[in-house]
């Protein structure tokens, strides 16, 4: 039932993302050469017909062999919260010196049930350079119930059977874990539906570690910047998602990452 829910859910939401930004996204585009046309972001600099960058949508996926692209895919799996950083990127891999096309999973990516479910649909004829992925924020939700939706214990076997699963490409991909953003306890339950609680976040955040670090994943400590650099002016009002400097933050320390940069 729970899953159910989520599924429903993540239908009626996977869209509210891009447009409640487009006009950012456009001033984004506008700024960085690019185009900007709903809920697709494609930055100039990539001319591949069958690789260009995009963010959040399904539109010209790059499904080229390996050896035959310009350049890499970096493929992003993840919530609401990637899929707002996730059309920066493209604007940050355009100015990469190793260019990257960006594509996210279809929509929502939800809990880390719901993507242990989704995996092998979503990645039907991909082959990625990079994998970015996160789960956890569905995970900690207490949507009608007491509890968390995942189970502790769930939710560390879910990211085994993930890592696994990324693994069995015949070329591996990079796997690169973007650790759980903090939330805003209070705001989460005064908006009536998002209802988390950031001690869970950390506990979860914590297992996840602990499963990178055993399996030899890469990690981007994205709860740690954002709790750097003043999470109550980043964070929205409803105590999860991210306002238009959040979002940049976000994709600035991605987008440092990848290029090997420490951040400043």
């Not at 900007?36 to 972001?41: P, R, S, Y």
Request: proline share 6%.
């Amino acid at each position: 039932m729970a899953e159910q829910n989520e599924s429903a859910h993540l239908e009626n939401t996977k869209e509210r993302p891009c447009s409640d930004r487009r006009e950012f996204l456009a001033k984004v585009a506008v700024a960085a050469g690019g185009v900007a046309a709903g809920g697709l972001l494609a930055a100039g600099l990539n001319q591949e017909a069958e690789s260009a960058p995009v963010a959040h949508t399904n539109l010209s996926p790059p499904r080229l062999e390996k050896a035959m692209r310009k350049y890499k895919l970096l493929y992003v799996i993840g919530d609401s919260i990637s899929m707002g950083y996730c059309p920066l990127l493209v604007m940050s891999g355009s100015a990469c010196g190793t260019l990257y096309s960006v594509l996210h999973a279809p929509g929502n990516s939800g809990s880390s049930t719901h993507i242990t479910e989704s995996l092998d649909d979503w990645l039907v004829g991909y082959d990625p350079d990079v994998v970015l992925f996160n789960c956890g924020l569905h995970d900690v939700w207490h949507e009608t119930q007491p509890e968390p939706r995942t189970p502790v214990e769930q939710y560390e076997a879910n990211l085994h059977s993930i890592v696994a699963r990324l693994g069995q490409f015949v070329n591996p991909p990079r796997l690169i874990w973007a650790r759980t953003t903090p939330v805003i306890g209070e705001r989460t339950w005064a908006s009536g539906w998002q209802r988390r609680y950031n001690e869970e976040v950390i506990a979860y955040n914590e297992v996840a570690d602990a499963v990178m670090a055993e399996t030899g994943v890469e990690s981007i400590d994205l709860y740690g910047v954002v709790m750097q650099n003043d999470p109550s002016a980043l964070i929205t009002s409803d105590g999860t998602h991210f306002t238009e400097e959040g979002y940049k933050l976000l994709d600035k320390t991605i987008a440092y990452y990848l290029r090997g940069w420490p951040m400043s």
